[in-house]
Structures are given as C-alpha cells and as structure tokens.
C-alpha cells in the first residue's frame, strides 16, 4: 500500500512514498528507508519499494531534492541533453551529505510513526548510496543494516565521504558494485574496505563483474535483470539476516 506524504525537517517540507505490507500489519515490522538516484522520485523507485514491502518491510522513500523543488520531472537518459543534465548536476552538488544526515532523522521518525519498531534499515542507490552509509553512521542506535548498490564515491578524498563515518557505524554493511564504475573505482573500494575493517564493521564488498552504474533499477540503461535479480536476493537475505 502506497501512500504520499509530507515529511517536516529542519530545513523545510520533504515529500515522500510510503509503503506498508498489504493486509495486517505484523508486530514489530522493520522499517527501511530507500534512498533515491540522480533522477528523483518515480515509478521505478516505487516498484522496488512495493518489492520491498512484499517482504514485510515498512518503506520510506524520500525525496533528498526537496529544498529545490519543483524540479524534473526526470528520466534516466536526462543525462544525455545538455540543459537537463546540467539541472540533475545542479541538484546533486546542492544536496550535501550533511544536508541528508540531517533529514535522515525524521525520516527515522517518519518511519517509528507510521508502526516500524526495532532497528532501521538503509539502502542507496547511485547518489543514495552514500546517503545509506552516512545515516548508519549518523544515527549509530538506530540502523542496523546499510545497503549501497552502484553508489558513488562512497570512499572519495571527500571530507564527508561517507567511508570517514565507519567509526560510529554499529550496522552491518553491504555494498555492491559495478564491474565498471567511474565514481567508484578500484582505490575507492579498497579505501572502503579498509576504513570499515579497521573500524570492525561487518561488512561485505561484492563486485558484479560485466554491470554497469544502474542496472539495478528498472527504467535505467543500464538495467540488467539477471543482475537485478541477484541484488535482490543478496538484499533480502542481508535485510532478513540483520531486520528480520
């Protein structure tokens, strides 16, 4: 069951798609937040979502881009004219880190209000991915499982990389890569490893040799179903494992 609602934070009013099991909801669901890609809210997003809650899990998709609302809408070939590529970037550079840190706590709250009890999941996707890792960091007591699939530059030279947060990070972590991924080469993946093993976080690193950014999600180029598919059943193992 979708629902759309409005979310207050500190910085204004955040759109987003809620999703809870069909039928009675069982006690003691867990609750996810799915961060979104570059292109925004969409039906994409929703199907996976729906997938999600399937499984008996309470899902939250905000909207990250709200402070610059209206904007899009998008579609994933954006990137390929000029103007909107230019406003996608527009929105990836003004939405910081720290900006969605912040929002991940209501967003933890919208969740805890709407019936999820227990510890909170995350998963990103693309620009969400990072966003995934930086709430388990942010919000240690809370999220106890972080997912990222083709995220980007999760362990860069950044000052808020998200890989700087291992410290404070209690959740499991899982983060699954394209084969070939420009905002996430080699060195990026090896510095990830190594701040999360230092720090003690279990955690998982898996390369998905011949997939490109994106092709977890349906309405991308770059979709590839087989691999899809197999990002679901890590997900929904790894979800079920530490949620469930």
């Known amino acids: 069951m979708k629902q759309e609602i409005e979310i207050r ?6 759109k987003a798609h809620l999703f809870k099991p ?6 003691g669901a867990p609750g996810v ?3 979104m890609d570059a292109f925004g809210l969409r039906p994409a997003l929703d199907g996976m979502a729906t ?17 610059a609302a209206p904007y899009g809408p ?6 390929s004219n000029e103007t909107s590529r230019k406003a996608i970037m527009a929105l990836l550079t003004g939405t910081t880190q720290a900006m969605t840190a912040s929002d991940s706590g209501a967003f933890i709250a ?19 991915g990072g966003r995934a890792l930086t709430a388990a960091g942010t919000y240690p007591d809370d999220v106890a499982a972080a997912a990222s699939f083709h995220g980007g530059n ?3 030279e950044a000052p808020d990389s998200p890989h700087r947060l291992a410290p404070s990070i209690k959740a499991r972590v899982y983060a699954g890569n394209a ?3 420009q905002s996430f080469p080699p060195e990026q993946s090896a510095r990830l490893a190594e701040a999360l093993r230092t720090a003690g976080v279990d955690h998982v690193i898996e390369n998905y040799v011949g997939m490109d950014h994106g092709w977890t999600v349906p309405d991308n180029g770059a979709f590839d179903e087989t691999g899809a598919e197999r990002h679901w059943k890590r997900l929904l193992t790894f979800f079920d494992e530490t949620l469930g």
């Open 9 to 14: 934070t500190a910085d204004g009013v955040a």
């Open 22 to 27: 069909d039928g009675a909801l069982r006690s």
């Open 33 to 35: 937040v799915l961060y």
């Open 51 to 67: 997938r999600l809650a399937d499984q008996g899990y309470i899902v939250l998709v905000p909207d990250l881009f709200y402070r």
């Open 74 to 79: 998008f579609d994933t070939s954006a990137f």
């Open 110 to 128: 919208t969740l805890r209000d709407n019936g999820a009890s227990g510890r909170i999941g995350t998963v990103g996707y693309c620009f969400g």
């Open 154 to 156: 999760i362990a860069s």
């Open 179 to 181: 084969g070939i991924d």
